[in-house]
């Protein structure tokens, strides 16, 4: 749903415009933060969790969330003057208030995530997301412009925080401990510590964009990121969200630790290869088809990020199992090395262009790969090595599903639908086939599981 919504708003908007939205994204993910402060991620691995903590919390999120907001409102001439852009000073301001809305449901959403109500979580998320879009869309088919973004993101943030409110029965009383927030800080100060390390660097390429190139190269670079994100983040995160409080249950049994992030693992990467694979060959068409001509640069930009989206989901599930043991000492120091490279990228590939930045993103994210791996194996004996023997199998098979479908691409003359949907074709059933000749362990696994479910399999078994 949200990539329709995407879509649409990007046919009927600039790339300019999606720019200035991407010129803030920094400043609005830093105090995001800052919002939390990592009391979200102490709350879901802390064992025992108690009315006290859980209200402390709240209040102190609401207070955070006031601050926040007001730095940011009064930093926005300041965020305008620097990139140039005195528009940003209304949009800053604007896209302020997110912060303190999301203030009121942050505790709603760990407590969801301890719970593992991801039935709750997911119907949250689909609603605000569907109500925020349609207001969105209006408004850019009335011409409102950047205010469409302004808004639906606003917009998005009120119907969350609301049905966190609805959907989940629980309620803040009276009640503030600091001795409750003292005994989750040491682990949620470095959390947040890391968060905002990696707020702030995840961003940095559109804060670096933003100022040495126009707002519509980084509009197309914004763009490039969000397709690519959109296949390669959401199942990353979504297992993330289940792999996270399962890892913590499990954490003083190093032995079913293990088990638990190999099979994450490659049920992750037999999903995400051939998406990211895929998503590769087909950049033109599926741009140009989409977005429309005037989204054409983002190809470029596109299809090396679709080599970093390969990547993404390594980083993640090893980093949820340093998180799960508690480990934030080492998440923060992994964290700092990451970025120091990301700076290096930077001071070396910047005077190159955007492309330059990308292919250096993506040899730094090969070295943050082996970073987080070598603390697995120290850790739970899970090694790099052994990991890479893992997802072998499945890294050929997908190569090969490439392959296919790229030889469908050079034999049609122009772009259209039907091309793109026969690509697309040949890409699922040439994958399934190959899964099923290799007999690849994560694909047996779900084979079994359909057969199994199948309405006349059901009646043969009763």
């Not at 040491?186 to 968060?195: E, H, V, W």
């Not at 994958?431 to 696994?445: G, K, S, T």
Request: charge should be positive; proline fraction near 3%; hydrophobic fraction near 55%.
């Amino acid at each position: 749903m949200k990539f329709a919504i995407g879509i649409v708003l990007a046919r009927l908007l600039l790339p300019e415009q999606f720019g200035l939205i991407g010129m803030l994204m920094i400043f609005t993910a830093v105090a995001q933060s800052f919002l939390d402060s990592g009391f979200g991620s102490a709350l879901v691995q802390k064992r025992e969790v108690v009315l006290t903590d859980t209200c402390s919390i709240f209040f102190f999120n609401i207070l955070m969330g006031l601050l926040v907001t007001g730095a940011l409102y009064m930093a926005a001439p300041w965020i305008a003057a620097f990139y140039g852009q005195p528009i940003l000073i209304h949009l800053t301001r604007a896209l302020s208030l997110t912060i303190i809305i999301d203030a009121f449901g942050l505790i709603q959403s760990a407590l969801l995530r301890k719970h593992m109500d991801f039935r709750t979580q997911t119907k949250v998320t689909l609603i605000a997301v569907l109500l925020s879009g349609f207001i969105g869309i209006s408004m850019a088919v009335a011409d409102f412009g950047v205010w469409s973004l302004v808004v639906q993101l606003v917009s998005n943030s009120l119907f969350r925080a609301t049905l966190l409110w609805i959907l989940n029965p629980w309620r803040p009383r009276l009640i503030f401990s600091f001795t409750a927030l003292k005994e989750m800080f040491g682990f949620g100060s470095r959390m947040l510590a890391s968060s905002l390390l990696n707020q702030i660097f995840e961003n940095i390429y559109s804060l670096v964009i933003g100022k040495l190139f126009s707002p519509a190269q980084l509009g197309f670079f914004t763009r490039a990121v969000s397709l690519q994100g959109i296949l390669s983040q959401s199942l990353s995160e979504m297992v993330g969200r289940v792999t996270f409080p399962v890892f913590s249950i499990i954490q003083n049994d190093r032995v079913r630790l293990k088990k638990g992030v190999k099979k994450a693992l490659t049920l992750l990467v037999f999903a995400e290869f051939p998406l990211m694979i895929g998503l590769a060959v087909i950049a033109r068409p599926l741009v140009l088809l989409l977005l429309t001509e005037k989204w054409f640069e983002s190809v470029v930009y596109l299809q090396p990020l679709c080599m970093l989206g390969l990547l993404y989901p390594l980083h993640m599930i090893n980093l949820n199992a340093l998180q799960a043991l508690g480990r934030s000492d080492l998440f923060l120091r992994l964290e700092l090395i990451k970025k120091l490279l990301v700076v290096v990228n930077i001071a070396i590939t910047w005077r190159w262009g955007i492309s330059a930045i990308i292919y250096g993103m993506i040899a730094t994210s090969m070295v943050s790969y082996y970073l987080n791996s070598y603390y697995t194996e120290r850790l739970i004996g899970y090694s790099l090595k052994e990991q890479l023997r893992d997802m072998t199998s499945y890294i050929v098979t997908s190569l090969l599903m490439g392959v296919a479908v790229y030889l469908v691409g050079i034999r049609t003359t122009h772009v259209s639908w039907p091309a793109l949907l026969l690509q697309v074709l040949v890409g699922m059933v040439s994958y399934v086939c190959l899964c099923r000749i290799f007999r690849l362990a994560a694909f047996m696994e779900l084979w079994q599981e359909l057969w199994n479910g199948l309405p006349f399999r059901s009646e043969t078994a009763s």
